[in-house]
């Protein structure tokens, strides 16, 4: 018979769609590299072409590799269709370890409601951080260690809502905002260096929060599924 890691069938979707995300993402971020690689590569051979310095270059070099560059943009394109796929996949089942009987909102439409513009923003409260409560609830029922930081995901959320308010200044005029900032240039260079870490530690949390998400819901997933399994075989003993 072929060897399973989990009994759960839930628990083996889980891990299944997260590795499949993760093995997408990174071929995505491959992609992405290489076609910056190629777009450069064709601008620096158009700007050689067009100063006259064209000995040993193939004029039609720059048009090969715009093409190829063009290629992998389409790629990374399909690659984050792929990887989304799996992480839509991944998170609807790890909310369904911790979905309540009367809870008015399914797993199908809290991650549905993510995609919603603006409106997410608020809701990741109650799909992250709400996530995290609710994975340590059922871990401490289930006599299982607490594996989701709920500050953690709090902390994202909030730094996602800054994110999103400072995007929002885009809106503005931006060459009188920046001609304003010219004036001050130690402001503006600490505004970009700001926003700059805020989004790399945004985006550390959001990781961790996957990584935990992962193993507490498949934690709970397999814990229940072997409670019952036990139920049953007392059940027929008895």
Known sequence: AKFMKYNSSLARRIDSNYKKMWIWSIVDVVAVVLAAVFFYL????????????????NPN?????????????FLTLVFFIIT????????????????RPDDK???????????????????????????????NEQL?????????????ALLYCILNLLSSFAGGLNGMDKQALMASLAEYPLVLFSAILVLGVL?????????????????????IAETRHNMRAVEIAEGYTA
Request: aromatic share 16%; proline share 2%.
């Open 61 to 73: 070099s720059n048009l090969s590799m715009a093409i190829i560059a063009a290629i992998f943009i």
């Open 105 to 135: 909102v399914t797993p199908g439409w809290r991650v549905f409601l993510m995609f919603v513009p603006v409106f997410n923003v608020i809701w990741a409260f109650f799909f992250f951080w709400e996530f995290a409560k609710r994975a």
């Open 42 to 57: 064709a601008l620096g051979l158009n700007i050689v072409v067009e100063s006259g310095n064209v000995s040993g270059i």
């Open 199 to 219: 989004n790399i530690v945004s985006l550390c949390l959001l990781v961790l929060w996957v990584i935990q998400a992962h193993s507490a819901s498949i934690e």
């Open 140 to 152: 401490a029922i289930l006599n299982r260690k607490q594996e989701v930081s709920s500050f953690a």
């Open 84 to 99: 989304l796929v799996y992480a839509v996949k991944f998170v609807y089942n790890a909310w369904k370890t911790v979905a």
